[in-house]
């Protein structure tokens, strides 16, 4: 089915461990984007990438990782897991910056 | 700096009740404006948005917003709501080098 999919639906891990969370879209996006969801924040833009090998901080990125080297796959690497890290990972994808993002299910992560 | 805000954290109704939930955005140039609905354990989906035109839009499942540009507000209202409409929903806007999430208004729909 064409759309947005994220791997794993729920992780938990230990603190200090390298985590990969994983994203892949069907559309052919030239934009995707790393959202976390918290309690009171709303989301907020973990990374985005405007095209393969093209990507961008957003409003907290301090203790991830991605990159594009495929216009579909967008992982996001957690290099060292903290608690502070726990959180429900979502990403994103459009055609334009300007226009409306579709949304991934999720990825619920838990960091003990 | 950029900013969306969402006054109401947490909305409960009944019923038939009318909804109106809050968003505004602090920049002076132009903007494109989004309303999100996520229902519990869902991904975010599309309401509805404005790039321009009508200022009062119609979206999916009966909501519309209006936007008014002098009070730098999109709010979005509902005459009539359900128990289904029990969600979170979340105000985007669309900066010229960002895209910004209000903190969202959680919905609840007594039946």
């Known amino acids: 089915d064409a759309g947005i999919t994220q791997s794993p639906r729920y992780k938990i891990t230990e603190t200090g461990r390298q985590v990969t969370l994983m994203c892949h879209q069907t559309w052919s996006h030239s934009y995707m984007f790393w959202y976390r969801q918290d309690l009171g924040h709303g989301l907020r833009l973990i990374y985005y990438s405007a095209a393969a090998d093209i990507t961008d901080k957003g409003e907290v990125p301090d203790g991830y990782v991605v990159s594009r080297s495929k216009t579909e796959n967008f992982p996001l690497t957690l290099e060292s897991a903290t608690r502070s890290q726990t959180s429900v990972y979502f990403c994103a994808s459009s055609e334009d910056r300007g226009l409306g993002y579709t949304f991934g299910s999720g990825t619920r992560l838990t960091v003990v | ?111």
């Open chain 2, 1 to 111: 700096a950029q900013s969306v805000s969402q006054h109401n954290h947490h909305v409960i109704l009944s019923e038939a009740a009318s909804l109106e939930l809050g968003c505004n955005y602090s920049y002076g140039g132009t903007v494109n404006l989004f309303w999100y609905v996520q229902y519990p354990g869902q991904h975010l989906q599309l309401l509805l948005k404005y790039f321009s035109g009508d200022p009062l839009v119609k979206g999916i499942k009966g909501f519309e917003a209006e936007f008014i540009k002098s009070k730098f507000s999109f709010n979005l209202r509902k005459p009539s709501v359900q128990w289904s409409d029990t969600a979170e929903y979340f105000c985007a806007v669309i900066f010229p080098n960002d895209m910004r999430f209000g903190a969202g208004t959680r919905l609840t729909v007594k039946p």
